[in-house]
């Protein structure tokens, strides 16, 4: 069984898998020809449901068009290595919790280009008046254009001093091609984050008409160019929910043995796990605002719920900072301190399952705002019982420690500053043991006292410099640790400002006592 356009060809080897319905030919040359949907970030969650809703389009004739894919960075790995060698198609593997999987091969990407070799390529389609939308799967830091310190990066700054067409970072060449855009067809266009992250669209936003505002200032821009990327071109917000972990050496056992050539996963120099398959869970959300000037592809037809900017806020707040990212990132802390390789097995643990229960349920869900459109008891309700502790699921708490200091100030400084603004943040006790776990993870030295590698994160180096010299036995002051807990950009509050700053300090000196302080930690608050 190869998995390229020929191989699939052959249906009756490919019995068991959900095959596209539509002529992955005939769509590729109308895809090229006119456009309509780019993406850029070719990673797991891309392929396992961006890809896969656009595919149901096509099965279902809603759609004759696919999706062009573009890595989002410099690198090409991921296309060269994994994409193009199997004609861009991928086989989306579906983890149920009873145990059975369901597997489809996914055509519905058109094309593949990359920022390093392809710009006159992406160019091209960005000048197409056919073009509705731009998306983006590339991580929150890939929006980042300035510094834990709030002041802007270097890369950035010296694309505001250079001219459009001599920008590197993908901000700004963002704003340089919808410019092209402008003097090419005038075309309106939505650029759609889809990152799991705050009001992703105005992240976008703010760092696009950022750097135009300095080209504009340079001389660089006229007016009317900045006006276009302002007034023309929308940023509409979303939430996005699928477990998509790492691929998985038994998903990848299980498709060679089916006869699959080729199917083996690898890692790309910029430490990305990536294979010509995806493995995920089948629970999946995407609420998108519905401003898409150009218009856009019937994805309602798909599963995917379009509504108004404040529902989609009050989506996003519900899962991002109540419902599943703040289990997820307390899972994880505690996973690496414990010795856990598998989310699915933190669900067995009576301290673990009860700490991040009692987070949501006291702590989240009462200020949690009901956005109608999902009801957040049914969510969090999935998500506790079907989700997390899905045994099929092969997430690590490794994973998802991933890039932590850029997490909490979204996953727990949101809901602590509604409990400020309610008088109530000082009876907060679950949040606070979460951010105190974390200072315990930085230590990079488990329960047992054994060393571990954290996982890689922008502020590691200099949020660890901070605690150097502390160890198991030791006892610290909050001026100790002054410099993070007042950091309101690592926390989303300055700590010692809300009042919380003794706890998690008192909480952390528990968790540094010695040996097995962690859990003895948990099972004193968790009880």
Not at 297 to 323: Q, S, Y
Not at 341 to 351: K, L, Q
Not at 476 to 498: K, M, P, T, W
């Amino acid at each position: 069984m190869e998995l390229t356009l020929n191989g699939i060809k052959d249906t009756a080897a490919w019995a068991g898998y959900s095959l596209p319905s539509y002529d992955i030919e005939q769509m590729r040359r109308e895809t090229s020809a006119n456009p309509v949907w780019l993406h850029f970030g070719s990673g797991n969650i891309f392929r396992a449901f961006i890809a896969a809703a656009a595919q149901r389009l096509l099965n279902q004739g809603d759609a004759s068009t696919g999706i062009i894919c573009a890595e989002s960075t410099f690198g090409t790995e991921i296309i060269t290595e994994c994409y193009r060698p199997h004609d861009n198609l991928c086989v989306s593997v579906t983890l149920n919790p009873d145990g059975s999987i369901a597997k489809e091969v996914i055509g519905s990407v058109a094309e593949s280009v990359t920022i390093a070799n392809d710009m006159d390529r992406i160019t091209d389609i960005f000048c197409s008046p056919s073009l509705q939308l731009v998306s983006f799967t590339i991580t929150e830091k890939g929006y980042a254009i300035k510094d834990s310190s709030g002041n802007l990066t270097d890369v950035i700054k010296k694309d505001m001093a250079n001219t459009p067409e001599k920008c590197t970072h993908l901000m700004s060449l963002l704003a340089a091609l919808c410019i092209k855009r402008f003097h090419a067809c005038g075309k309106p266009l939505a650029l759609v984050s889809m990152d799991n992250c705050s009001h992703n669209g105005e992240k976008l936003e703010t760092a696009i008409t950022t750097i135009a505002s300095a080209w504009k200032e340079n001389g660089f821009i006229t007016q009317d160019e900045l006006d276009y990327l302002k007034t023309s071109v929308s940023y509409p917000w979303s939430m996005i929910d699928k477990i998509t972990p790492r691929p998985d050496a038994q998903v990848e056992a299980s498709l060679a043995a089916d006869g699959i050539k080729d199917i083996k996963a690898f890692v790309t120099p910029g430490g990305v796990y990536v294979a010509p398959f995806v493995n995920a869970e089948k629970p999946e959300y995407l609420v998108i605002e519905d401003d898409f000037p150009n218009g856009r592809p019937a994805l309602h037809k798909a599963g995917i719920l379009f509504t108004d900017r404040d529902t989609v806020n009050k989506v996003e707040k519900m899962k991002v900072c109540t419902c599943l990212n703040p289990l997820h990132t307390c899972l994880a802390v505690y996973g690496c301190l414990l010795g856990y390789t598998s989310i699915a097995s933190e669900m067995n643990s009576p301290e673990l399952k009860s700490f991040i229960t009692k987070m949501a349920y006291e702590e989240g869900m009462p200020v949690v705002i009901n956005p109608g459109i999902i009801d957040p008891r049914d969510f969090l309700d999935e998500v506790l019982t079907q989700r997390l502790p899905n045994p099929f699921m092969p997430d690590t708490p490794q994973r998802i420690a991933t890039d932590t200091s850029q997490k909490l100030p979204i996953r727990f400084g949101e809901t602590i500053k509604l409990h400020l603004e309610r008088g109530t943040a000082g009876s907060l006790k679950y949040i606070p043991l979460v951010l105190a776990g974390w200072l315990r993870y930085l230590l990079a030295v488990d329960d047992n006292g054994d060393k571990f590698t954290p996982s890689s994160d922008p502020l590691l180096d200099e949020c660890q410099a901070v605690l150097n010299g502390i160890a198991l036995g030791d006892h610290v002051d909050s001026a100790r640790l002054h410099l993070l807990l007042s950091n309101s950009n690592i926390f989303g509050v300055d700590l010692e400002a809300a009042g919380l700053a003794g706890k998690v300090t008192d909480y952390f000196n528990e968790l540094i006592a010695g040996k097995g302080a962690v859990l003895a930690t948990l099972k004193k608050y968790t009880a």
